[in-house]
């Protein structure tokens, strides 16, 4: 039986780093590409030694596809391509190679400017990396070489999140990345087709919530903004230039909208900037409302944010600030708080992970003062307040996609190894299908069924439909072909009997029997034959029983009934030797009839 | 497999392909030459227009023709509701379409016409700049054709005097025919069917086929069709261009090898080069603004209006002129502008870097924050006429001059020599676009821009192609010196209202074999490389995919199926005796010869190619007998 393997090298019953390779029909894929943020040392990237201890990783891999531009899904692609030295073909979406090289950007800073790491990848690095990006978009069936074939769909995780199907041969599998099935503020619902793959790969990071929880966060965030500045205090917001800052943007907008505030909302010139550039660009992978109003009015085009001035940070009153960088590790968001942090009216709020080291962690771990190189002292008495919007599928969302794609098996990764276990249970049981969850270097090895592609003769086809319509209706009677099954060339066709003649170039020899049945029975011989129909019908159901002119066929089993009308009659029934199981069964059944 | 033509117009073509059992139509084009025919019909009343003298042909005295047509400078014109030619509609009922393929915006401007009050039950798949684009052209058409009122019925006696007429009106081809445009209601639901396809996604059709879009480089989201079966291939190609311009290049791989291609919508202009065109353009504006004089350039809402914006602007700019503001006017210009920037996935390569910085990938963007480029929806829009200066550009519709804002420009222009209008979509005959204006002191220039192939770049992708048949509108087919299409490839030629049969001929349908009952099989060998084995498989039917599984029950031993060449009757007898059936006794016959077994009351017949066996006896005396002739015969 075929197989198909996975092993994950990271997100296997955990969040983080994803990359998981995949194996099937000859073919190795590798589905996603990230890093970890809670790591500095080498554990931060997936181990490619796995694949291969030593020597080029190219010829392993025939393809790495990313779904997203999220860095524990694809922060390690420039490690691997220009550091590993892997340089067959990458894929993801268009949004995604535009978005991806800023973050990785971003993240290089952190890692090699502020904390000083060696051994990483350079900006040149990320530039080459993105070069060698084959964009893919939505639905386009990218054939990556004669067999192997990728599809992606919409996963409205962020802006241009895909899932992948990938096919080779007869097995297919689905990639999900992460993915969201309720549309959000910015982007639309995850959508598949019925495609049926043979294994659904999914993300569980919210495996065991069951309530779409993203709202009521967001009504906790907007409440807590607005009553920090309601009594005079200023909320800072560090975020990353991309992603969730986009989408805390277009919350706050239509609230200041809707509540009608005034007080001012800055983000920090730049970056952010740039960012909603893209997402105006890449207008056509957001939600419907978007794309129907951009005419008239493009979301990213926001009227109550205002580009932020450095000689802002000490104005007097409320005010609203995004700032980058998002772990408070350096520039602009942190200079905003060492000013801000002393005053308890203050609010800090954290939409994001922050890596052991920043200041951002410290103040998550609760450090009430924090001290600088420069031995500058800052105490923290500011609130502090951290909040994931992160859009993910929840438990209903993640059922809801099995039950739109029909897998034979589903595999559950990106999520706590507990929550996993739960879900897993409640998909066995209602699918009634298997379900996996493999460690970070477990295999989990999947059977397939075996299905050959074959070239059916039509006239065997047209055949089969004439007898099987002869009869009335029944969609549970068997249709059964006959014919010759020929190999040529390691191509498979399924011919009739005159067609594997033709093409050998043989001339076929038939062999026909015909044994008679005596029989009483006074009158004509077509009355005779109108009776031995019936019986005949009686004992033969679903089979097809024709009479003409005295002449009855039980399918190709012919029966003739000759004789004078007082006389005995004599019944000849003739069959093809191919037909002796139905012939020799008619002729015991005429000769039981008769005595 | 047939093909079925129902346009008479090749650049706005509407096939009918029926394979599989399937009907699929191939585009649906709107001819509009037949609006030519018709008065201007002016956004603002017009006194010219209206002061025309009527006409009626000589020797006629026909009151119901009273008021229907004007004479202009000796050319006669229809005073009514322009109307259109659609698809014929007579030749395949379109309640009976399963699928319409659309291959860019151009060629979809009949859709209302075939999917609406018609019984359409199919699916119609476009790419999604085809949708948007094309609802643009639609609605812009529809907005000026219904807002000039429908107060004046449509003229109708003239048709049936046609034949009194003078030329041209006297040679239009079935006026009868002709219909007015749909309403905005049918539009919008004829364009609510549409479902959005990517470039390369497949689309399964009912089970039977794969109709996969694929880049045709003529316009934004611009596909040619490919139509794939296990083992026919289709592909029609409709408006592509080998040019390098705003769209994503033309994808020739994908049309390679196919059993029939159906070739359409080529260059409308073959005598000009669109690159020559677009320089002189650029030189006649600039003369004409540097004289004092505004230019007027009547075009679709989008397509080549990109490139002219980009090309025009920068030549401006490098002549001085960058203070000459370009207006563009349409209903929906707004969405027009805005949505070409957004389609990053369908343009050029050079465009989608842009959008990587991130840029907008065509330079209108900048020209409108410039304060450069204007655009409104309409003359009498305020924001439009507050701002007005001359000299300027205006680009408006509709490129035929018989409605649209680009009418009433011309009516107020047209004394004017210092002023010029510039055509550039090929769709009309300038001539006959300003027959209706006439005398006309403006200047006209003709630079038309049609960038699909021309005959020489269609010769030379057909060659490359390779089809194993080839079909063409008559239009492109040979015929004295004009230039034509040929090839090496057998041609079908169809013209409006025919149909043809083609030479595709289905032999086999792909279905799965399971492993279960593959293995049941034990091919030998009958011959170098290629083995056989006789099997009985359950057919399973789902969704139109065939499977072979193994049919229920315990798998018996196959038994032969199919024997050849001669028997041997000597051998015959000794397999007979090794069987225990002995005391055969053998004698000729006509054709053979018959083996008598008297003990067990049987006869065989033997023959050359059949062996016929009476057999009265007991049924172990039968298998013996199948035995024995099996193993004088080559069998499987």
Do not use: F, R, S
């Given at each position: 039986m075929p197989e198909i393997k996975i092993t994950p090298?990271?997100?296997?019953?955990?969040?983080?780093r994803s990359c998981i390779l995949l194996s099937m029909g000859g073919k190795n894929i590798m589905l996603d590409c990230g890093m970890h943020m809670g790591y500095n040392d080498e554990r931060r990237f997936p181990d490619f030694s796995y694949i291969v201890p030593e020597g080029p990783i190219t010829s392993q891999i025939d393809c790495v596809i990313i779904s997203h531009f999220h860095l524990d899904h694809c922060g390690a692609l420039p490690y691997m391509s220009e550091m590993v030295g892997y340089t067959g073909p990458i894929y993801m979406t268009h949004p995604t190679k535009a978005i991806a090289p800023i973050l990785l950007e971003d993240m290089r800073k952190v890692a090699v400017e502020r904390k000083g790491e060696s051994n990483f990848f350079t900006s040149q690095m990320i530039k080459d990396c993105i070069k060698k990006v084959t964009a893919v978009t939505l639905h386009q069936s990218v054939m990556v070489d004669n067999e192997l074939e990728i599809k992606a769909y919409y996963a409205g995780h962020v802006l241009g999140a895909a899932m992948f199907w990938i096919r080779v041969g007869s097995q297919s599998v689905v990639y999900t990345g992460d993915y969201n099935m309720t549309p959000d503020r910015h982007l639309g619902a995850a959508w598949i087709d019925k495609c049926r793959p043979d294994l659904l790969i999914s993300e569980s990071t919210y495996a065991t919530t069951i309530r779409d929880s993203k709202r009521c966060r967001e009504r906790d965030f907007l409440k807590k903004v607005h009553e920090c500045v309601e009594k005079g205090g200023k909320v800072l917001i560090p975020v990353f230039a991309l992603g969730r800052a986009q989408e805390l943007c277009i919350l706050l907008e239509t609230y200041w909208e809707r509540m009608n505030l005034k007080y001012p909302v800055y983000f920090a010139l730049g970056l952010t900037e740039k960012a909603n550039n893209y997402y105006k660009m890449f207008i056509t992978w957001t939600n419907q409302k978007i794309r129907k109003t951009f005419v008239q009015r493009n979301m990213f085009d926001f009227k109550h944010i205002k580009p932020f001035d450095k000689s802002y940070i000490d104005n007097p009153g409320a005010m609203v600030v995004f700032a980058t960088p998002g772990m408070l590790h350096a520039g602009l968001s942190l200079n905003i708080f060492k000013k801000w942090a002393?005053?308890?009216q203050n609010m800090l709020i954290m939409p994001g992970f922050c890596v052991q080291g920043t200041v951002g962690h410290k103040i998550l771990n609760g450090a009430k003062k924090i001290e600088f190189e420069n031995r500058q002292v800052v105490e923290v008495k500011m609130a502090v307040e951290y909040m994931s919007f992160s859009a993910h599928a929840d438990a209903k969302g993640i059922m809801q996609l099995i039950q739109y794609c029909e897998p034979k098996n589903v595999l559950l990764v990106h999520g706590e190894a507990q929550k996993m276990e739960f879900l897993k249970d409640k998909i066995e049981k209602e699918f009634k299908i298997s379900c996996y969850m493999p460690a970070n270097g477990e295999t989990a090895i999947i059977n397939t069924p075996t299905k050959i592609p074959i070239d059916v003769s039509l006239r065997l086809l047209k055949a089969e439909a004439v007898r099987y319509n002869?009869?009335?209706?029944?969609?549970k009677r068997r249709r059964v072909v006959h014919g010759v099954l020929c190999v040529k060339d390691n191509r498979l066709s399924f011919l009739d009997i005159d067609e594997i003649c033709d093409e050998i170039g043989i001339n076929r020899h038939v062999i026909r029997f015909t044994s008679t049945v005596r029989f009483d029975d006074p009158g004509s011989a077509v009355k005779t034959a109108e009776k031995l129909k019936t019986l005949l019908a009686e004992k033969l159901q679903g089979w097809s029983i024709t009479i003409s002119d005295g002449n009855i066929s039980v399918e190709s089993v012919l029966i003739k009934v000759e004789g004078d009308d007082d006389n005995t009659k004599s019944i000849y029934v003739s069959w093809t030797n191919q037909d002796e199981d139905l012939g020799s069964y008619i002729l015991g059944l005429l000769q039981s009839m008769v005595q | 497999m047939k093909l079925y033509c129902l346009s008479s117009d090749a650049s706005k073509p509407c096939f009918v392909l029926s394979f599989k059992e399937l009907l699929i139509m191939l585009d649906c084009g709107l001819s509009a030459h037949s609006v030519l025919n018709f008065l201007p019909l002016p956004p603002v009343p017009s006194t010219r227009l209206a002061s025309l003298p009527n006409y009626t042909p000589p020797h006629v005295n026909d009151p119901l023709l009273e008021g229907e047509l004007k004479e202009c400078c000796g050319r006669v014109f229809v005073d009514s509701i322009p109307e259109f030619c659609p698809p014929l509609d007579k030749v395949v009922d379109f309640s009976q379409l399963d699928v319409i393929l659309i291959s860019n915006y151009t060629c979809m401007m009949a859709l209302p016409f075939i999917t609406e009050e018609t019984g359409f039950k199919g699916q119609v798949y476009a790419t999604e700049p085809t949708l948007q684009i094309g609802r643009f052209y639609l609605e812009e058409l529809s907005e000026w054709v219904s807002s000039c009122g429908s107060s004046s019925g449509a003229a109708k006696r003239w048709k049936e005097l046609v034949h009194l007429l003078p030329p041209p009106l006297a040679l239009a081809a079935r006026p009868r025919a002709w219909r007015r445009l749909f309403s905005a209601a049918a539009l919008a639901r004829a364009l609510s069917r549409v479902r959005v396809v990517g470039y390369d996604e497949r689309v399964d059709i009912y089970g039977a086929l794969d109709a996969t879009a694929v880049s045709s480089g003529f316009c934004l989201g611009s596909a040619n069709w490919v139509l794939r079966s296990a083992h026919e291939k289709v592909a029609y190609v409709s408006g592509s261009s080998t040019l390098t311009t705003h769209p994503r290049p033309i994808n020739q791989a994908a049309l390679r090898g196919a059993d029939l291609l159906v070739l359409a919508a080529l260059t409308q202009t073959p005598a000009h080069n669109p690159d020559h065109m677009l320089g002189d353009l650029c030189v006649h504006a600039t003369v004409t603004l540097r004289a004092g004089g505004s230019v007027l350039c009547p075009v679709y809402p989008s397509g080549v209006l990109y490139d002219l914006l980009e090309c025009l602007s920068a030549h401006l700019e490098g002549a001085g002129l960058a203070h000459v503001p370009l207006y563009v006017v349409s209903p929906v210009a707004d969405s027009s502008l805005a949505y070409s920037n957004i389609l990053a996935e369908w343009v050029s390569v050079g465009k989608q870097a842009r959008v990587y910085l991130p840029e907008e990938p065509f330079p209108h963007a900048a020209l409108v924050r410039a304060g450069r480029l204007k655009h409104a929806r309409s003359l009498h829009d305020d924001a439009f006429s507050a701002d007005f200066r001359q000299p300027c550009v205006v680009f408006c519709g509709h490129p035929s001059l018989r409605f649209g804002a680009a009418v009433h420009l011309v009516e107020l222009w047209a004394n004017n020599p210092a002023h010029a209008i510039i055509f550039t979509e090929p769709d009309f005959p300038y001539a006959e676009a300003l027959a209706p204006f006439q005398p006309l002191s403006m200047k006209a220039f003709h630079c038309p821009i049609d960038t699909s192939l021309n005959y020489s770049q269609a010769n030379k992708l057909v060659r490359e192609l390779r089809p194993r048949e080839l079909a063409l509108p008559e239009q492109y087919a040979g015929g004295g010196a004009r230039p034509h299409i040929s090839a090496d490839a057998p041609t079908v030629v169809v013209r409006r209202g025919a149909a043809r049969s083609l030479s595709v001929r289905r032999r086999a349908a792909r279905a799965t074999l399971c492993g279960a009952l593959a293995a049941r099989a034990t091919p030998r060998e009958l011959r170098a490389g290629l083995r056989a084995a006789p099997l009985s498989a359950a057919l399973r039917v789902r969704d139109a995919r065939l499977e072979l599984v193994a049919p229920p029950g315990p798998a018996p031993a196959p038994a032969p199926r199919l024997h050849w060449n001669a028997l041997d009757v000597e051998a015959l007898v000794r397999a007979l005796t090794r069987e225990g059936v002995t005391e055969a006794r053998v004698e000729a016959s006509a054709d053979g010869c018959i083996v008598h077994l008297p003990r067990h009351d049987t006869l065989v017949h033997v023959e050359r190619h059949a062996t016929h066996v009476f057999c009265e006896g007991r049924a172990d005396v039968r298998q013996a007998l199948r035995r024995a002739i099996a193993s004088c015969l080559p069998h499987i």
């Open positions: 090298l990271g997100a296997g019953q955990d969040v983080g002393p005053y308890e002869a009869q009335p209706p029944d969609p | -």
